[in-house]
């Protein structure tokens, strides 16, 4: 049961213009949100997160927009630069007394276009 | 800051021989350290979740008697895959998680394993 979906596998865009990554969430009891980037045979690196309280949360180039009603979230960046070529990773986290863990999407390849 | 390290990076073992993997927060301390394993194209699957000093907690699925951790201390956390199979063969990263009142976490740069 993939409770946290990336439908889009892979993306393309032109260097310089905005990247519009998606996910989407089943369950209701998640209240935090997080993206991260990740090389091949890399870790992930944390990008930007969000509360559940807010419905935007900007950091430099990348901006994460919540729809709570529509369980979605979108990771914007601004403009596109060919470092950013890499897998994202959106996560949802539901509050557990302190025991709480990352439940992550599918995962989607961007590819930034000189 | 929130760096973490993961050694050995890669490993190569036979089928039978038991393989360690440590897991370090190098600038902070870790109230909670994860064991995460991914496949080749897909998401990260936990594995475990482990508090200093006590026993981790598996994931539905995952063999405790075969995936050993131990959470020695705030920095340090090791998994060990016992009689590793080739089926074992996987990249496992590592994640840390600085205080319990954040979701963040901050992961190592992995370990490959290829068992033969």
């Known amino acids: 049961d993939q409770q946290v979906k990336q439908n889009s596998p892979s993306l393309s865009v032109q260097e310089g213009r905005i990247s519009i990554l998606n996910c989407d969430y089943t369950?209701?009891?998640?209240?935090?949100f997080l993206w991260y980037k990740k090389y091949p045979a890399e870790g992930p690196t944390f990008l930007i997160s969000?509360?559940?309280?807010?419905d935007k949360n900007e950091d430099g180039r990348f901006t994460v927009f919540l729809n709570k009603s529509a369980k979605h979230l979108s990771l914007h960046i601004v403009p596109s630069q060919p470092g950013d070529s890499a897998v994202y990773f959106c996560?949802?986290?539901?509050?557990?007394?302190?025991?709480?863990?990352?439940?992550f999407g599918t995962g989607t390849r961007l590819t930034i276009i000189p | 800051g929130a760096v973490v390290s993961q050694h050995p990076s890669w490993v190569i073992c036979k089928s039978g021989t038991s393989v360690k993997i440590e897991c370090r927060s190098l600038d902070f301390q870790a109230t909670t350290m994860f064991w995460y394993r991914q496949f080749p194209k897909q998401s990260l699957m936990l594995m475990a979740t482990?508090?200093?000093?006590?026993?981790?907690?598996?994931e539905q699925g995952v063999e405790k008697d075969k995936f050993l951790i131990n959470h020695a201390s705030l920095t340090l956390s090791t998994l060990t895959v016992t009689s590793a199979h080739p089926e074992d063969s996987s990249f496992y990263i590592c994640?840390?998680?600085?205080?319990?009142?954040?979701?963040?976490?901050?992961f190592g740069p992995g370990t490959r394993l290829t068992v033969t």
């Open positions: 994640s840390a998680r600085a205080i319990r009142e954040s979701y963040e976490q901050y």
């Open positions: 969000i509360s559940s309280i807010k």
């Open positions: 996560a949802a986290v539901k509050p557990n007394f302190g025991n709480e863990k990352l439940t």
């Open positions: 369950n209701s009891m998640f209240d935090y």
């Open positions: 482990s508090n200093e000093g006590s026993k981790a907690t598996y």
